[in-house]
């Protein structure tokens, strides 16, 4: 029953496990959909960087401006850049001439800005043609989450590896496998966290990786103001809080740059 698929609790063949025999890994990944989000990483970042925790922003080049400073700061702080898409129309797929198009101007923006990780917008996803960006990963995918507009999923809580036809290159894909803020808190209306915190638990039972995906889009970091759309920020704060002081010592934590880095090296070298 969603958001537990329990067949995607399998092991890989060959696992043998996380770094320093850690239980599970955890990754925190953003994706910027708006100005307005963007306007609120600096506060996202605070929080994390408070609470000992990095991620990784997902920037959409072309639909705002993202002043090359943000990105610089967010380097500097130990936090990770990657694209999300040309411009979240949520056409990148719809063929193949626009996929060209759209895929030339991302590669542009990857090399500009020194990234090698994307997501496409609504996680639409064609993990073939995806061979033809310049990334080192991708997140464009889930666990289940029959909620998504391509709501078929990869069916692992584990990272894979993705080759091209005749096995010279390819990528790793890294599913998100908790529920979107989103889903549990603008489409559902969720009170708490508790869903999040029973895929957790059992994510960690199965030693898989915990790849969350929100949104400062839909933050609301004025605790004494109401927004419709929006959701308390202290939602993931208290995630994350729950996370430092139940699993303490006992989890992966790695940007999506560094776990992809250090699964290539483990696993497919």
Not at 236 to 263: N, T, V
Request: glycine fraction near 8%; proline fraction near 6%; include cysteine.
């Amino acid at each position: 029953m969603w958001p537990i698929d329990e067949n995607a609790g399998k092991l890989p063949e060959g696992w043998r496990g996380w770094p320093d025999n850690k239980s599970f890994a955890l990754v925190l990944t953003h994706d910027v959909d708006t100005g307005k989000g963007m306007e609120r990483c600096a506060s996202l970042m605070d929080i994390e960087m408070g609470l000992g925790f990095r991620s990784s922003f997902n920037f959409v080049p072309e639909r705002y401006n993202i002043p090359p400073q943000l990105r610089r700061m967010m380097e500097k702080c130990g936090f990770e850049v990657g694209i999300h898409g040309l411009n979240h129309d949520g056409n990148m797929f719809r063929s193949r001439a626009i996929f060209e198009y759209q895929s030339f101007h991302i590669n542009r923006y990857l090399k500009d800005w020194g990234v090698v990780g994307f997501r496409a917008p609504l996680m639409y996803h064609h993990l073939e043609w995806i061979q033809e960006l310049d990334i080192e990963y991708d997140t464009s995918t889930f666990d289940t989450d029959p909620f998504e507009p391509q709501p078929y999923g990869v069916g692992t809580i584990f990272p894979f590896w993705v080759s091209d036809n005749n096995g010279n290159k390819g990528y790793v894909e890294l599913p998100y496998t908790l529920p979107q803020d989103f889903t549990l808190f603008v489409l559902m209306r969720e009170k708490n966290i508790d869903i999040w915190k029973k895929k957790l638990d059992w994510i960690v039972d199965k030693g898989g990786m915990v790849l969350m995906n929100t949104h400062p889009d839909y933050m609301n970091f004025d605790e004494g103001k109401s927004n419709i759309g929006l959701y308390p920020v202290k939602m993931y704060s208290e995630f994350l809080e729950h996370i430092r002081y139940h699993f303490d010592g006992k989890y992966f934590h790695a940007l999506p740059r560094d776990l992809s880095s250090w699964f290539v090296k483990k696993y497919v070298i």
